[in-house]
Every structure is written in C-alpha cells, then in structure tokens.
C-alpha cells in the first residue's frame, strides 16, 4: 500500500507542483492558538504533536474493516500529500537562477529566502554567502519535502508521517514562544536522525561513491544540524563546480548556477534510489 501511496503523491506533485490543495494549515493554527494557555513547553508540544496522531491512528483502525481497506488507502494519500514540503520546489529554484544568472543579487537573495530560514535571520554578504546559504537550504528542503516524509511514512504509517510535519511547522513558526520552537527543533532533529544519514548514503550510491562514502563515514555520528551534514555529505557526492580561490564574476555566477542544477539532479536520482528500496521492500 505505502508504495502506489507514494506514487500516487509524486504523481500529484508532478501536476500540482506541491500537495495542492490539501495542503491547508489553517485548521492547525487554529488548534496552536487553542493550546496557547497551556504554559509548559514540553506539555504544549505533546498537545499539538500526540493529539493529531491519535485521532489519525484511531479513524483508520476504524476504516480499516471498510470496502477492503479501500477508505485507508485514500486517507493515507491524503494524509501523505499534506505531509510533503509546501510550496513549489520547481518554481522557486528556478525563480532563484533567473535573478542570480542576471546577477540580480538582491532579486536572488529576495527569492533565497523562501529557502533559507538562516537568509531570512543573518542575511547575505556577498554572492559567495548567498549562494552557499541557498545550496545547503536546498539540499534540507529536498530532504524535508520528501525524504524524512516517505521514511516515516514507510516506517511507521500515516501519523508518523504527520507529527514530523507538525514539528516541522512549529520549530519555524515565529508565532509561537522562542522555547516552544527550540523543543519542537529539538525533537525534529531526532527524527531526521536516521533519515539524514540514509539519504546521505544514497547520495554516495548515486553521485561520487569513493569521496562522499569516506565523508559519510566521519559523520555518521556527527551532531551537525541536518542541513549542515546534508550539505557537507552531498557536497563530496558531486564534482566540483565552484574551485577554491578567486574566480570572476561572470565564470562564478555559471558555476554557482550548475552547482544547484547538480544538486537537484542529485536529489531526483536519489529519491529514486528510495522509491526502488521501498518497492523492494514491499516485494519481499
């Protein structure tokens, strides 16, 4: 079941370009700003996080009898496509390259921050920071829109799938309390623990097996934040684009530009790699 789930979503996202509609929020917000008199932090986030997941797991026990298993399966769709990155992936990359290959920096930097929570706090000080910022923050978000979502799914159904994304939607929320938000990070880089360090294998089975298994290798149980250690892994899996040293200005801006190409290739072949583990997976 999980795998024609997952198939059936990639298809959707192909069309839509994001889960679409289903990706609604609203009804979250709402369920934050009820929870909001709830004063300890580790409390409040079980609220938000646990409760969602309960009554997920419960309506599928309980649709589970029904028309051979047919309502599960289109709830966990559902569930699944809410599940994924918001936005559109595609279009944001390729708004990001328009500017920087005009070498519009502030036009780039304005579309990096959709990307890049640390653009949106630090900023940029010149291109080189820029570009690096938006490569580490497209390597996270190609692993957070899809990887640590499929993995959970796979793992543990429907509701693990969820309370990853609504951690995820608290630890960037600035609406909520600066320590609610470190909690919610916290527990969001437990679980994206395992599913980092997997991904960061399929990126030595697809890219530069010898120079980025021998990273992965030493970082395995690094304590880098996952879009540190994405960067880092996916970075010894690609060729290098961007040499040590001064380049000009016009050699750079075409560089940097197939750098993130590269990038994002390397995230299509690796979620492939996935798709096929989960069918294989499925078979036996």
């Not at 300890?40 to 009898?65: D, E, K, Q």
């Amino acid at each position: 079941m999980e795998f024609f789930a997952i198939l059936i979503a990639w298809a959707a996202v192909q069309f839509w370009g994001s889960g679409g509609v289903i990706q609604e929020d609203a009804w979250f917000l709402r369920y934050r700003d009820m929870t909001a008199k709830i004063s300890n932090s580790t409390l409040r986030l079980l609220v938000l996080v646990a409760l969602p997941m309960i009554g997920v797991f419960i309506v599928l026990w309980l649709l589970a009898p029904i028309l051979f298993g047919l309502p599960v399966f289109l709830l966990s769709v559902a569930i699944l496509l809410y599940c994924l990155g918001r936005g559109d992936f595609q279009v944001r990359l390729k708004l990001y390259l328009n500017s920087w290959q005009r070498t519009d920096l502030e036009g780039a930097y304005q579309h990096g921050r959709g990307f890049s929570a640390e653009l949106c706090e630090v900023g940029a000080e010149n291109a080189l920071e820029l570009h690096n910022s938006v490569r580490k923050a497209v390597f996270y978000q190609g692993f957070e829109r899809w990887f640590a979502v499929v993995f959970w799914f796979v793992l543990a159904g429907p509701a693990a799938a969820l309370a990853y994304r609504l951690l995820f939607l608290l630890a960037n929320d600035d609406q909520l309390k600066q320590d609610d938000r470190n909690r919610a990070a916290t527990a969001l880089f437990y679980l994206e623990w395992l599913p980092v360090r997997i991904l960061g294998f399929a990126f030595a089975i697809v890219g530069n097996f010898d120079t980025c298994i021998k990273t992965w290798r030493e970082s395995v149980s690094s304590e880098l934040p996952s879009a540190d250690l994405l960067d880092k892994i996916g970075m010894t899996a690609l060729p290098e684009f961007v040499p040590e040293g001064q380049v000009d200005g016009e050699q750079f801006v075409r560089l940097a530009s197939e750098e993130l190409l590269a990038v994002q290739h390397l995230l299509s072949r690796s979620l492939l790699v996935w798709v096929c583990a989960v069918a294989i997976v499925q078979l036996v």
